[in-house]
């Protein structure tokens, strides 16, 4: 089982260790109401070294990455970052990806839900090898910033220009003499930064990103706190709902998507389900009992929909989800019952359904 | 159909009526390589989701102006996270003018 670079350096902070797909993670620190106040309020350092990650030379990348994504990918300018999806021959999904143009390579980060062999061999049969590329999944680590305050830790560490720098870019620092690309990234609905740092460096790296993240009221998170976050700023989770639905078209993911493509893989199905027409659609729901996922919800006709994943949200106190009903009734504004036709109320709602702190900052407050 | 009471229906059909009106302007002024169908309410319209910037958040704005008669007020940037929460704003905002449509 593959672990992070960082193993010993997280047990050494608390970390409960678990796994994902096959690769051992830091699962968590502290209760989920503490990691979730270090994001909302503070700063958090979370490894995501799982994530599987790459590098392909410029002049291989565009042809291998256009006719593997679901994105356009040539499209992509130079210091910008395409989020899209990796789907399979069925076009289902296999990882949620991040793609950067910086400058002579491209870097592809892939958080997916098949182990890294399935991975390697789908990047293999696509060309990876004839397109140069070179699996850095073992020698870097990947430390993902997130939070209110998590600009002012990237600026201590990187200096003030890091501020300025767009949702979804790339730039290169340096932190002791290494190389760190950072990807200004995030699925927390807060600021969010992903350091892509040499395990030769990641160590200190981490270790100072903890230490300024402290400083500022916040401290260490695990993944697992993320996939809460992610739900309650509607960020696409590959981990929840991407693994049980499959399907990018219910999930909403159409705009990961470029259409006019000549292919990509799983393009055919992709474009033969979205010919015929959604018949189902994931949408939010709020109630104040717990939403157990698979919990049947219905109206006072029948029932309607399912529960998929869910959380409690202590910005909202009350517990939030996402749940597939049928295109035509698939609106926020709805009030159903959960459980059976007399049961307790839950409601269909717009997502997301809280405002982050984050975005009600100006650049002249940072 | 799905088995939903005449209320809910009746919910339905407004909020779809605003839906695919909004949905069809915004992809007209905004060249949106998409159809209605494409566009999940719930996506993020700025930064994130379509990506779009702060030059087509004046056309949203512009959007919602011409197709709704409703105003956005500058302050009110949470509004325009999603067009769920574009469409919350124009239903609120019609009620409280005695439900105009």
């Keep these: 089982m593959r672990t992070t670079p960082l193993k010993s350096l997280l047990a050494d902070a608390g970390a409960t260790f678990g796994q994902r797909h096959g690769v051992e993670s830091a699962i968590s620190y502290a209760d989920a109401r503490t990691e979730y106040r270090r994001i909302r309020d503070a700063a958090a350092v979370t490894d995501f070294s799982f994530t599987q990650k790459f590098r392909i030379p410029e002049a291989g990348a565009l042809d291998f990455l256009d006719n593997l994504l679901a994105g356009n990918v040539a499209r992509t300018r130079f210091g910008r970052v395409l989020h899209t999806f990796l789907a399979d021959d069925d076009g289902h999904l296999v990882a949620d990806c991040y793609v950067a143009n910086n400058d ?75 190389g760190i ?134 910005t909202l106190d009350a517990h939030v989800g996402l749940a597939l009903f049928p295109c035509d009734i698939a609106f926020a504004g709805l009030t159903c019952s959960l459980g059976s036709a007399k049961g307790p109320e839950v409601r269909t709602i717009s997502m997301p359904p809280i405002m982050p702190r984050s975005l009600g900052v100006k650049l002249d407050e940072m | ?59 949203i704005v512009l959007c919602v102006e011409n197709c709704f008669g409703i105003k956005i007020p500058d302050e009110n940037i949470s509004v325009l996270r999603s067009i769920n929460t574009i469409v919350d704003f124009v239903i609120q905002e019609q009620d409280a003018k005695g439900g105009a449509r």
């Design chain 2, 1 to 59: 159909m799905s088995p939903v009471s005449p209320e809910m229906q009746a919910i339905i059909d407004r909020r779809s009526s605003v839906i695919n009106k909004f949905k069809e302007e915004l992809i007209r002024r905004l060249n949106l390589p998409y159809t209605p169908q494409d566009l999940h309410e719930d996506v993020s319209l700025l930064g994130a989701g379509l990506g779009l910037d702060s030059l087509d958040a004046l056309e």
């Design chain 1, 104 to 178: 002579e390579e491209f870097v592809l980060l892939c958080e997916s839900i098949v182990d890294d062999a399935t991975l390697a061999g789908v990047l293999a049969a696509h060309g990876a090898a004839e397109a140069g590329m070179e699996d850095l999944t073992q020698s870097h680590a990947l430390i993902s910033i997130d939070g209110f305050k998590a600009w002012a830790v990237v600026k201590e560490l990187f200096g003030a220009d890091v501020v300025g720098l767009p949702y979804l870019s790339i730039e290169t620092y340096q932190f002791e003499g290494e």
């Design chain 1, 181 to 314: 690309r950072l990807i200004r990234a995030g699925k927390t609905s807060e600021f969010g930064y992903m350091l892509l740092a040499p395990a030769s460096c990641a160590g200190h790296l981490f270790s100072r990103a903890k230490e300024l993240s402290e400083g500022q009221g916040g401290g260490c998170c695990g993944i697992a706190i993320h996939d809460a976050l992610r739900l309650e700023g509607r960020f696409f989770n590959i981990q929840a709902e991407g693994r049980l639905v499959k399907d990018p078209l219910p999930l909403g993911l159409q705009w990961m998507i470029d259409f006019d493509k000549e292919k990509f893989r799983g393009s055919a199905a992709i474009r033969m389900r979205r010919e015929e027409g959604l018949k189902q659609k994931i949408i939010g729901v709020r109630s104040e009992q717990v939403l157990s996922p698979g919990a049947p919800i219905f109206t006072s006709a029948g029932k309607v929909a399912d529960v998929v994943v869910s959380c409690h949200s202590p």
